[in-house]
């Protein structure tokens, strides 16, 4: 079982695109949306969900009115800001500020607050035409998304272990934070799609070095190649030099926006030019996969 992730070092390259299209041409695979602050994988994949599974990212503090004296000791411990007092002299603790240091908690007298979990938001095991989904969804403002992408990542993992397949393929999210790091973590290999533009070369460049830094095989695509030819020229050069197989160039194709409109993955609405070459670097990911060097 190989596991393929599909990052980005920006967003708006078209990774949940291509993640969908590969979603169409593997065979025995389950998908997985690592994408956890954002994810959309499944506007394009359609999921019955099967499981729904809460999150808890970590811990808030939480007051017991009863036995709480009003001391105000906490007041002037917290540095966030999370804790008041009201106009009649309670103490009340804003759970959206609170960032679960538990400072308040080791200092109170009367041990009047705990720390208890909080749930940050929600993973799903779901079906789809295509096969097993796993995808999550992270509560506005919370934080640990690294955790819930490792959480997503597992539960996929062990489908295909169960069910003897052959691929797990995850859609990632962009940049070089802690969820991009969970998500390449263990993997197989990393497709990095990026676009011929200053910004897109530059963060292509950043990801890939971070994946190196965590010893991560990488391959790069480059998605609307012909909107620039002479960023692209740079881009071959870079990968040229840094040993990174550039194993396809997507033209710009108005196709795909008409695609997304209907919800429906590019390979399976249009068969063009475009389409065809995803069809390629797919069969080239696998090429590389399977010999795994």
């Not at 970590?58 to 906490?74: D, W």
């Not at 400072?103 to 096969?131: H, L, N, Q």
């Not at 011929?196 to 994946?211: C, F, K, N, W, Y």
């Not at 740079?234 to 396809?248: D, H, K």
Request: charged content about 25%; proline content about 4%; overall charge negative.
């Amino acid at each position: 079982m190989k596991q393929l992730v599909i990052i980005s070092g920006k967003g708006g390259t078209g990774k949940t695109i291509i993640s969908a299209c590969f979603a169409v041409l593997a065979s025995k695979k389950v998908i997985a949306d690592s994408d956890v602050d954002a994810a959309n994988l499944y506007l394009l994949l359609h999921p019955e969900i099967q499981e729904t599974h809460q999150f808890s990212g970590g811990k808030k503090a939480r007051i017991e009115p009863e036995r709480c004296t009003q001391c105000g000791e906490c007041l002037d411990i917290c540095r966030f800001d999370a804790i008041s007092e009201t106009h009649e002299g309670t103490i009340i603790i804003d759970p959206i500020s609170c960032e679960g240091c538990a400072v308040c908690s080791f200092i109170c007298p009367v041990e009047a607050i705990e720390m208890k979990k909080s749930i940050s938001g929600e993973w799903f095991v779901s079906r789809t035409k295509y096969g097993h989904f796993v995808h999550a969804r992270l509560g506005i403002g919370e934080e640990n998304s690294g955790k819930l992408v490792t959480e997503v990542r597992k539960k996929a993992k062990e489908i295909a272990e169960k069910d003897n397949l052959d691929f797990v393929i995850i859609d990632g999210p962009p940049g070089i934070g802690c969820p991009v790091i969970a998500s390449l973590s263990g993997t197989d290999l990393a497709l990095v799609v990026t676009e011929p533009t200053l910004s897109g070369i530059h963060d292509m460049e950043r990801v890939i070095q971070m994946a190196s830094h965590f010893k991560t095989r990488t391959a790069c695509c480059i998605n609307k190649f012909d909107i620039n030819l002479r960023n692209v020229s740079q881009i071959e050069t870079w990968c040229e030099r840094n040993s990174v197989p550039l194993i396809g160039k997507i033209p710009y194709d108005e196709e795909v926006t008409k695609s997304l409109t209907q919800g429906i993955p590019f390979v399976e609405y249009s068969t063009n030019s475009a389409s065809e070459e995803i069809k390629e670097i797919w069969e080239r990911l696998k090429q590389i996969l399977n010999r795994g060097v």
